[in-house]
């Protein structure tokens, strides 16, 4: 069988049906209809559902996601070198994420440099709300 009802990617991506409708309204994979109309989507969905799934995980953005697809052609399943490139132009990004959930995860007791000068640690942190000048919103923990 060469294409797949919207159940059977369902079963086999363990995902609600509706998240597959989603991820096709959304551009991120494709299906044709049948003489009854029909969705049959093509067995390659199932990796790229797998992607999906992978990146977002990592907290990868749909939108980041479908960018990267578009790196593909859609009439085959992604290779093994497909998977490199895209996890290669994800990398970068997961690292940021990765120092950005350490920093919070180490310092989430800490005054986060809101400005509010109303913790009392923030005078040591924070002094005369110099953090200001860097931007709005918690300096120290999301700096981004």
Known sequence: MDELSVGEVARRTGLAVSAIHFYEAKGLIRSNRSAGNQRRYPREVLRR??????????????????????ALPAERTPTVADWAKLSSLWKAELERRIDRLTRLRDHLTDCIGCGCLSVKGCPL????????EQGAGPRLLDPD
């Open 49 to 70: 559902v797998s992607i999906i799934k992978v990146a977002q995980r990592t907290g990868m953005p749909l939108k980041t996601i479908r960018e990267a697809f578009k």
């Open 125 to 132: 942190h924070n002094p005369w709300d110099r953090l200001a």
